[in-house]
């Protein structure tokens, strides 16, 4: 009696176990499609994306010539007829984009460098939240606090500063991108094997010096690409610029006036006020496929800056 309870035991045992490896196979099996797919979608997402922008493009191209476009030196799209020289464009967004790697590059590698470093682990469960936190502010909350608290406050140092110009957005847009900056940073210093250290405090380096003349340098590509990445995202942001910046495309250095980026532009056109299939409506993805050619140049920059100097440990 008690072999054929063991047996029935025995069988229900096995029919679990069967069951356990039917759905880990079907798990197995299904994965992996799963997985495809959204790369699959990725990828047609991005060629959707690029095939829209190049065939709008195109159109503007049939009104204004290729030549005039790159080399103008004045964009009055609204004018008759029309000028769309994308220079003016270009100078505004690189001085707010100048402006806010000047102020993020210091503090967020200051910050990174603290946090991996020399913070305590209770001090950096402090800082790391609030880093973060400035990562999650809304970027029109960072408009609006560029236009009504930043700007003022600027204008009483500098008396010419317009209400619109291209120093407090910069300044804003820095702010902005500190997290990205220091968050990987920090992981690109945290990367660097203790021993590296270990082995300059042995040689009678002070911990300074080795933070600065050994993990430093050995982290450098994986700090590079979050310069890159913070310098992407001050290219493309948007209404920021928008609120603080301005609407008046000029070509030149002056940062206390009022200055109109690309990303700028196109929420200004996107507002509806131009007539669909106009030259001023394609001009938008003109503008916009300008732009994503400056994302894929910085990207392939940092991705060749960091395979040279990429160090293997």
Do not use: C, H
Request: aromatic share 8%; no cysteine.
């Amino acid at each position: 009696m008690s072999s054929q309870k063991y047996a029935a035991t025995l069988s229900v045992q096995e029919m679990i176990a069967k069951k356990k490896r039917q759905r880990k196979n079907w798990s197995e099996k299904i994965m992996p499609v799963i997985l495809q797919l959204t790369a699959i979608i990725s990828v047609l997402t991005t060629l959707g994306i690029l095939f829209t922008l190049l065939v709008e493009t195109f159109a503007f191209f049939k009104d204004v010539s290729l030549k005039e476009f790159i080399t103008g030196n004045t964009w009055y799209p609204f004018s008759e007829p029309g000028q769309y020289g994308i220079m003016p464009l270009i100078s505004g967004t690189l001085r707010i984009t100048g402006i806010a790697i000047l102020v993020a590059v210091p503090i967020g590698l200051a910050a990174a460098i603290y946090l991996s470093e020399f913070a305590s682990d209770k001090v950096r469960r402090v800082i790391k939240p609030v880093l973060e936190v400035l990562a999650g502010i809304p970027t029109i909350v960072y408009g609006f606090f560029a236009l009504t608290f930043v700007t003022p406050i600027l204008q009483k140092i500098i008396p010419s500063l317009e209400i619109f110009n291209a120093l407090s957005p910069g300044i804003v847009i820095g702010i902005m991108i500190i997290p990205t900056i220091a968050s990987l940073s920090e992981d690109a210093l945290g990367s660097v094997p203790i021993a590296i250290r270990e082995g300059g405090l042995a040689l009678g380096a002070t911990k300074l010096e080795v933070t600065l003349k050994v993990v430093l340098p050995a982290a450098v590509s994986g700090i590079v690409a979050s310069i890159v990445l913070g310098i992407s995202r001050a290219i493309g942001e948007t209404m920021i610029v928008s609120i603080a910046g301005g609407s008046t495309p000029n070509l030149g250095l002056d940062i206390t006036g009022s200055v109109q980026t690309m990303t700028a532009y196109i929420v200004q056109v996107a507002q509806g006020d131009p007539g669909y299939g106009t030259t001023i409506y394609y001009s938008i993805y003109a503008v916009g496929f300008a732009l994503f050619i400056f994302t894929l140049v910085m990207n392939l920059l940092a991705q060749w800056i960091s395979n040279r100097v990429k160090e293997d440990y």
